[in-house]
């Protein structure tokens, strides 16, 4: 069964304290991995997709990166307009739906 | 109007109550979907409609049911609703069911059921 872990569950940060968030994976055949950001009374906003390992995007101060078990988002000197919830999912090549994780909710401080 | 809207943004209902979600979609996306997302769960995929014919059902009670008049417009009927029904329903589209990549999600309707 196709699974996506995502840690930690929340966490708190200083505006300019660069972190990581954390995605893990099960999936037989990965056809993609998708990170979303999730602002409060929103649906989530695509970010991301990356489909091989070693692979890697960026989009101002975020940069995802993928292996063959988990992803990173990197997130460099963080604003706090970079609050929301962060949300990753994986496409397996045998189907056309998207299998979500909990999401990691990110709460920059000024 | 643009992108994807969704309508009411919040609903209270009773279990007895019948109701209806609303979303359009105004990007000429052929594929549309709806998601459950509650509280420290992962979104769930509700049901699919590609071309307006509903593509995929996971397993959802029959107390939801689908409606897709044509292929910028998508309903959820609710009836009997439980109150763990009580959830964000997240509509969204994408030019056809495989491109994923340009998914859009409306902003959701927050449903409470007393």
């Known amino acids: 069964e196709d699974q996506v872990t995502q840690s930690p569950e929340a966490l708190r940060l200083q505006e300019g304290e660069s972190s990581s968030l954390n995605c893990s994976y099960t999936?037989?055949?990965?056809?993609?991995l998708f990170w979303y950001r999730q602002d409060p009374g929103k649906g989530p906003e695509f970010l991301f997709t990356?489909?091989?390992a070693g692979e890697e995007k960026e989009k101002e101060r975020l940069k995802a990166t993928l292996t063959k078990k988990e992803s990173f988002l990197h997130i460099t000197a963080p604003k706090p307009e970079d609050s929301a919830t962060y949300l990753c999912?994986?496409?397996?090549?045998?189907?056309?739906?998207?299998?979500f994780g909990t999401g990691t909710r990110l709460l920059v401080s000024p | 109007e643009t992108g994807v809207t969704q309508t009411p943004r919040h609903l209270v209902m009773g279990m007895t109550n019948k109701k209806s979600l609303k979303c359009e979609q105004h990007?000429?996306?052929?594929?549309m979907y709806w998601y459950k997302q509650s509280a420290k769960k992962p979104l769930e995929l509700m049901f699919v409609?590609?071309?307006?014919?509903?593509?995929e059902n996971n397993s959802v009670p029959s107390r939801f049911s689908p409606e897709c008049p044509n292929s910028s417009h998508l309903f959820l009927h609710l009836h009997t609703l439980q109150p763990e029904d009580s959830a964000l329903y997240l509509c969204?589209?994408?030019?056809?069911?495989?491109?994923?990549?340009?998914?859009?999600f409306g902003p959701g309707t927050r449903l409470l059921v007393l």
């Open positions: 990007l000429g996306h052929n594929a």
């Open positions: 999936v037989s055949g990965l056809r993609g």
């Open positions: 969204a589209s994408s030019p056809d069911r495989g491109r994923l990549e340009t998914q859009y």
């Open positions: 999912a994986v496409q397996a090549v045998r189907f056309q739906k998207l299998v």
């Open positions: 990356l489909y091989s």
């Open positions: 409609y590609s071309l307006e014919e509903r593509v």
